[in-house]
T-cell receptor, first 111, second 113 residues
């Protein structure tokens, strides 16, 4: 069945460092891919999405490119801030109403 | 902007109690979901509803039931709460088409003592 694998955390970075959180997926067909962010004590918020191969989703300085050849959707940000500290979830939806989530990666950014 | 509201942020109940978690969305979405979130396990789907009075079991429906009497409201019911149901519960909704990003509530952190 469909699955999402993302790198385990926690990831600890200094402010202004470069961020990469890896996400790979297994799916039949052509899934839509999402990154969600969860701040402490809150639900998940959509960060960005991509619906087809080579699409690049971007928001708030975060980017991810839908790579069909490597079945990946890695999240990147050029310069992280303390306010980016949160848990990040990679997810896919492949044409049904079932959404598959990764286990989440906790990011901690130090001032 | 879509608003998904869960009735309680924190809830403490006792083993054996019947527990109701409520979720309301204000954007006329057809589809609503209940998940539980546990460390290291990500989000696991409990139940899904695609219309009023319509529901489908998710991956972990045992010990839970749901009710959708009105389009905007989706209730999760723990028939007889047990300590292994202590968790964060998240409600989400999407409009009619599949593959849309989900809109989540802020979650209910439920403790069963």
């Amino acid at each position: 069945g469909d699955s999402v694998t993302q790198m385990e955390g926690p990831v600890t970075l200094s402010e202004e460092a470069f961020l990469t959180i890896n996400c790979t997926y297994t799916a039949t067909g052509y899934p839509s891919l999402f990154w969600y962010v969860q701040y402490p004590g809150e639900g998940l918020q959509l960060l960005l999405k991509a619906t087809k191969a080579d699409d690049k989703g971007s928001n708030k300085g975060f980017e991810a490119t839908y790579r069909k050849e490597t079945t990946s959707f890695h999240l990147e940000k050029g310069s992280v801030q303390v306010s980016d500290s949160a848990v990040y979830f990679c997810a896919l939806s492949s044409g049904t109403y079932k959404y598959i989530f990764g286990t989440g990666t906790r990011l901690k950014v130090l001032a | 902007d879509v608003k998904v509201t869960q009735s309680s942020r924190y809830l403490v109940k006792r083993t054996g109690e019947k527990v109701f978690l409520e979720c309301v969305q204000d954007m006329d979405h057809e589809n609503m979901f209940w998940y539980r979130q546990d460390p290291g396990l990500g989000l696991r789907l409990i139940y899904f509803s695609y219309d009023v009075k319509m529901k489908e079991k998710g991956d972990i429906p045992e010990g839970y039931s749901v009710s959708r009497e009105k389009k905007e409201r989706f209730s999760l019911i723990l028939e007889s709460a047990s300590t292994n149901q202590t968790s964060m519960y998240l409600c989400a909704s999407i409009p009619g088409q599949a593959n849309q990003p989900q809109h989540f509530g802020d979650g209910t952190r439920l403790s069963i003592l």
